[in-house]
């Protein structure tokens, strides 16, 4: 008797504690691993600040936690990016700061003007979050500097914040290359992944956690693990011929991943012994890679069913080297996106960010109340361009902050009075980092959760030379970051206010490209590589929906058009994984395919 089919599960319109529970504990790959090397690599920075007594040392353990890579060749060029961009950002702060002295309306001109100025570059260049990170240095060495009159102090203050990001940067490219893994180890271990998923998913196809961790990881796509080859490659230690293996088995675990998802939503109670003998090789295959080696030459059992069968023929040549070229994709954009000098809307930003840090700067000096200077701060954290994303981003923020504050709070009462060394120091905050980090590298959607965290404690005054006993520090931290959230809230739904929903209809049509796309693929790479970069657009069509669904109205969309969209998903989904699953000619296009194809979007 048929079991009860599994639909493909679409984002629900809130993030449950339950899901959320599940998504901070699911133990992907390597996220132990990326946070203890976060972790050891920030508390040896913070090791040299203590020992040498560097003044702003807080800026070296949140750079680090901060730009933290998860591979040693991104952590290189991360490191590099760092040295090279912070200089130029050191020097136009310590300019700026000596044409400021004594003079209260410069300083907010100059840090306006470098506020505009990063806020753009983050919007409108490669730099994204780096540049974002520049504004937040600048205004943090300008805040502290406000009290500042000696042109010496100035200097050298700025010296040591330089000195303190180049220790940072310098950690990053050395423990980086010392610690870190390589992109071909950390593509090995997404491979197996993916094959032990797909080998419990067959043995357990109704299991409903299980089905949604399925989800989220098909939703990745194969992008991240194409970049791994792509990085591995540069690295110039691995034979080609290996790594053309590696990436037709990142493109067909993908492809198993998909064919076992598509079997879980047909799920019936046929053929169980035959599942279980494929789930046993996918086992096998996985622990192939679990010791940095992939299968070769495997010969699968012959199975006479549409899903399994090709399941099958895909694992026959799951590694088999090929010298087919990938569909192409966009090239990658110069330092300047091609839109950065055309589009109003990069401009629309950085203003609205600028204006929310003059706002900030104003009340910050107006209740002239040192301890909040975090509002400043805030209103580059949350700067992103949707409503929707600045409410997820706003709510990420309050909660991080509060645990962080609170962990700050309970070390200055319970913990630091007991402290009599450095070592023991290290401890405590190693342990804040583990946990920070370990949300950190967890899921996007809880992610930024986790690095509030660690910047939320880390601003508490714990790091510096003498025990921190006021804990009115952490407290003002957080009520910065309130009235930061608020003024950024208000200004960014009030100023060229733009809803996520604005992308749902563009990336529908890009969608039903590519799932056209895969239907008429002219080999199974072809196809298996259309429909992961459709899984990766469904699943940021889902994000957008979801940021679109906690808009004020009337930037929310309607009951109908939210119940459209959801619908154009779950068919998008489907449609992905049957036109991947069953052989369909080319030239007749199937007629669950052809009515998707044709549907029109909502306009009410």
């Known amino acids: 008797m048929a079991q009860p089919v599994i639909k493909p599960i679409i984002q629900p319109a809130y993030l449950s504690w339950g899901r959320a529970r599940r998504l901070i504990t699911r133990p992907t790959p390597g996220r132990l691993g990326f946070t203890l090397r976060m972790t050891v690599a920030a508390l040896f920075g913070i090791l040299i600040g203590e020992t040498w007594q560097l003044p702003a040392m ?62 753009f570059l983050g919007s409108a260049s490669k730099l994204k979050m780096i540049g974002i990170v520049c504004g ?81 990881i098909l939703h990745q796509g194969t992008s991240s693990m194409l970049t791994n080859v792509a990085l591995a490659t540069k690295e110039k230690l691995w034979s080609p011929h290996d790594l053309n293996c590696l990436r037709q088995s990142a493109i067909h675990s993908f492809g198993l991943l998909t064919l076992t998802d598509n079997m879980a939503r047909h799920h019936t109670t046929t053929h169980q012994e035959e599942k279980e003998k494929l789930a046993q090789l996918l086992d096998d295959m996985a622990h192939c890679f679990d010791e940095d080696a992939y299968p070769r030459h495997i010969t699968p059992p012959s199975i006479d069913h549409p899903i399994l069968g090709k399941m099958c023929a895909m694992i026959a040549r799951f590694s088999d080297p090929s010298e087919e070229t990938l569909p192409p994709s966009p090239p990658p954009p110069k330092f300047f996106l091609p839109d950065a000098f055309t589009n109003i809307d990069h401009i629309h930003f950085a203003l609205k960010g600028t204006l929310a840090v003059l706002i900030s700067i104003v009340t910050y000096k107006a209740l002239n109340w040192p301890g909040i200077h975090t509002c400043i701060i805030t209103c580059f954290v949350v700067s992103l361009p949707t409503i929707g994303e600045v409410r997820v981003k706003q709510n990420l923020r309050i909660i991080g902050s509060l645990i962080g504050c609170s962990l700050a709070i309970l ?46 404690f880390f601003l508490s ?104 969209y959801r619908t154009q998903l779950l068919q998008a989904t489907t449609l992905m994984e049957d036109l991947l699953s069953f052989p369909y000619p080319k030239d007749q296009t199937p007629t669950a395919l052809h009515h998707f194809l044709n549907e029109q979007p909502q306009t009410k």
């Open 136 to 216: 937040i240095i600048l205004s943090y060495l300008l805040i502290t500097l406000d009290s500042v009159s000696n042109g010496d102090k100035i200097a050298r203050f700025v010296l040591y914040s330089w000195w303190d990001i180049m220790i940072a940067a310098l950690i990053i490219i050395v423990f980086g290359l010392l610690v870190s893994p390589s992109p071909r180890t950390l593509l090995m271990e997404r491979i197996s992944y993916r094959l032990h998923l797909a080998a419990r998913l067959m043995r357990s196809p109704t299991d409903r956690k299980l089905n949604e961790e399925v989800h989220d």
């Open 461 to 564: 005054d714990l790091t510096h030379f003498t025990p921190a006993t006021d804990i009115t520090v952490p407290r003002d931290r957080v009520i910065g970051i309130l009235i930061g959230l608020l003024i950024s809230y208000v200004v960014y739904t009030h100023f060229w206010p733009k809803s996520a929903a604005h992308t749902l209809d563009d990336n529908l049509k890009k969608i039903k490209n590519l799932l056209h796309g895969e239907h008429t693929a002219s080999t199974e790479l072809e196809k298996i590589v259309l429909a992961s970069r459709a899984q990766e657009l469904i699943g940021a069509t889902e994000q957008s929906l979801f940021h679109a669904t906690l808009e004020p109205q009337p930037f929310n969309p309607s009951q109908q058009k939210r119940v459209f």
């Open 411 to 456: 070390g200055i009462i319970l913990i630091l009075q007991h402290l009599t060394n450095i070592a023991q120091l290290l401890l405590m905050i190693g342990c804040v980092l583990i946990f920070g980090g370990w949300i950190k590298y967890g899921d996007p959607r809880i992610s930024y959760a986790g690095l509030q965290i660690m910047l939320a």
């Open 58 to 119: 807080d800026l070296i353990p949140i750079i680090v936690a901060g730009v933290w890579q998860e591979d040693r060749m991104t952590n290189f060029v991360v490191g590099k990016t760092v040295i090279i961009f912070f200089t130029f950002s050191s020097l136009l702060t310590l300019f700026g700061a000596i044409l400021r002295v004594n003079n209260y309306f410069m300083t907010l001109f100059i840090n306006l003007a470098l506020s505009f100025l990063f806020l």
